[in-house]
């Protein structure tokens, strides 16, 4: 996986971060921290699954730095103009895309089982917004039923980056298909509003 993937995800959640902490009255250090969980702990959390030692963000601290400079510069841009209200979403499916992707071939590198490495590659994308939204007092976005397909865009395109490796020569070209099947997938359901049906017993029927 080239670096300038992992430092663009980072980046891009980083943003994300700050962009969330939005009507939360958080100084400059809560915004950091924030910005901070969101970019690095779903990759954390598969570093820590897999083994490896030491995690990606201290093995190279460079991603920490991506992290802080994007969060900085979002946190100043944001006190001038305010971004557009689906900004933060965007923002957000390109993580996806990236981290998701990013997160599965690394999995299928340390010789894990495909559904085990697309698992992961779900962790890596998700993780870091679920810590997130805990810190902002909020349900995480992923397990609310009004969301539109989120996780679910990252399991098709794991699944699609693990086939092609299974089924073609090796292309670099894979990563970045599933990546587009990721975003065109979060974003069409952004677009039309695509769920998955929500879970309701009888009882709880209306």
């Not at 950091?32 to 970019?39: F, G, H, S």
């Amino acid at each position: 996986m080239p670096s300038w993937i992992e430092y663009l995800a980072v980046a891009v959640f980083a943003i994300s971060g700050v962009l969330a902490a939005e009507g939360k009255r958080m100084d400059l250090f809560g915004v950091l921290v924030l910005a901070l969980v969101t970019a690095v702990g779903g990759g954390t959390i598969r570093d820590l699954c897999l083994g490896a030692q030491p995690v990606f963000w201290i093995e190279q601290p460079h991603h920490v730095w991506a992290a802080l400079i994007a969060a900085v510069v979002t946190f100043v841009l944001v006190r001038f103009v305010h971004p557009p209200h689906r900004t933060l979403a965007v923002a957000d499916a390109f993580g996806l895309a990236l981290f998701g992707i990013a997160g599965t071939e690394k999995a299928l590198l340390f010789g894990v089982p495909a559904i085990v490495a697309i698992l992961l590659g779900i962790v890596t994308a998700v993780a870091g917004g679920i810590l997130r939204d805990v810190l902002r007092g909020e349900v995480p976005h992923v397990f609310q039923s009004d969301v539109n397909l989120y996780a679910t865009t990252v399991f098709a395109g794991a699944q699609v980056f693990v086939l092609l490796r299974m089924w073609l020569p090796a292309s670099e070209s894979h990563r970045y298909i599933a990546m587009v099947v990721i975003l065109v997938l979060r974003l069409a359901a952004m677009r039309w509003k695509l769920r998955l049906p929500a879970f309701r017993s009888r009882i709880s029927a209306p």
